[in-house]
């Protein structure tokens, strides 16, 4: 996962630097594996991940402070986020963080990630359960963040946002092109090497 | 006055918050790092008009302080669990225009109480920019075209 730790004053300029550099070469004493998601009826109350999730920790893993993980986000770091979305506009901006309806928002984490991760992949539903469109050409619902969408990926298709527009690559099993068009709002192109989506079955 | 006590119950520890005190509470989004002990004594001992920063602040330990209508604003970036139902004190009284809430971006928060406690007045960030969050703030263009926020 390539996060670091060191020994006692071995630090000093280290975590800086780390944190700093486009890319970052370290010679290392050991690698650590990543741990999983705590079994239940083992959790440890002190122990959680960003989703607040229990998890279980291996030999010299790695923790940090918020503001150690949001330097980590807002600096440019992170390879990928993947955030989910009340809705994407063809643009790119993003809306996932206030209904009306409820009148009081839940930011946590987004507007960071947008703003700084490489590449924002966003999972949603395609259409509301009354076949209102979720994929739009302007956002109304209040946003997370502007022209910050890289790719889409819905029950019914996988979206690619590219300088032109929305850009159709991936297509699910059973659907027609005119059926994806329907219930997107604005006109997309579609790929060259238009596929069917790979489904794993989930139960 | 040596400030440096070991207090042996919480009710002594919190014995000197005042109304109108500005209170971060640690924690994330559960019990994680709450001081549980503390919050309930505060809620015990009355302090009134307090500021509550914290990342969240409905449907957790907090509340208990919402509940008690001791506090008149609250500074959180995800003051609310994802279900409103039951609703939570917090999200009762903000909705009735009891509490005032300031939300702020998770990393905008963290950063704030940072350099606060570092000795520095403000920062510039690209968090919200385009959003409600950058209406009002003062901006920057830096030479890649990127604009800034300023949140001090």
């Not at chain 1, 990630?113 to 994929?135: C, E, F, Q, S």
């Not at chain 2, 139902?85 to 225009?97: D, M, R, S, V």
């Amino acid at each position: 996962m390539g996060n670091l730790i060191y020994r006692r004053t071995e630090r000093n300029f280290n975590p800086l630097m780390a944190k700093a550099a486009t890319i970052t070469i370290s010679e290392v004493d050991e690698i650590v594996d990543v741990g999983e998601l705590a079994p239940e009826g083992r959790e440890d109350p002190h122990l959680v991940n960003a989703g607040g999730q229990f998890v279980t920790l291996l030999p010299y893993a790695s923790i940090c402070d918020q503001a150690e993980a949001f330097a980590m986000i807002r600096g440019g770091h992170i390879d990928i986020s993947v955030l989910g979305a009340l809705e994407v506009s063809e643009e790119g901006d993003l809306a996932n963080w206030f209904v009306p309806e409820r009148r009081v928002g839940r930011i946590g984490g987004a507007m960071d990630l947008v703003a700084g991760a490489k590449k924002v992949i966003i999972i949603m539903y395609h259409a509301t359960r009354d076949g209102r469109a979720n994929i739009v050409k302007k956002c109304s619902y209040p946003l997370t963040g502007k022209k910050v969408v890289d790719t889409i990926v819905t029950d019914l298709a996988f979206f690619e946002i590219t300088e032109e527009g929305l850009l159709l690559n991936e297509i699910a099993p059973g659907f027609t092109v005119e059926e994806i068009q329907s219930l997107t709002e604005p006109q997309f192109k579609v790929s060259q090497d238009l596929k069917e989506m790979e489904v794993e079955p989930s139960f | 006055m040596p400030i440096n006590r070991v207090f042996s119950n919480f009710e002594e520890a919190v014995k000197d918050v005042h109304d109108g005190a500005i209170i971060m509470v640690s924690g994330f989004i559960g019990k994680v790092g709450m001081p549980t002990n503390l919050i309930h004594a505060l809620r015990d001992q009355g302090a009134k008009n307090l500021t509550i920063i914290s990342n969240r602040v409905g449907g957790i330990d907090a509340d208990v302080l919402f509940e008690a209508k001791q506090v008149k604003k609250a500074i959180a970036s995800a003051p609310v669990p994802a279900s409103r139902t039951p609703i939570c004190p917090f999200e009762e009284q903000y909705l009735a225009g009891a509490v005032e809430l300031e939300i702020v971006p998770q990393g905008t928060l963290v950063e704030r109480i940072r350099a606060g406690g570092a000795g520095l007045g403000g920062f510039y960030t690209t968090t919200g920019v385009g959003t409600a969050i950058a209406e009002g703030k003062e901006r920057k263009s830096s030479m890649e075209e990127n604009i800034f926020l300023n949140c001090l």
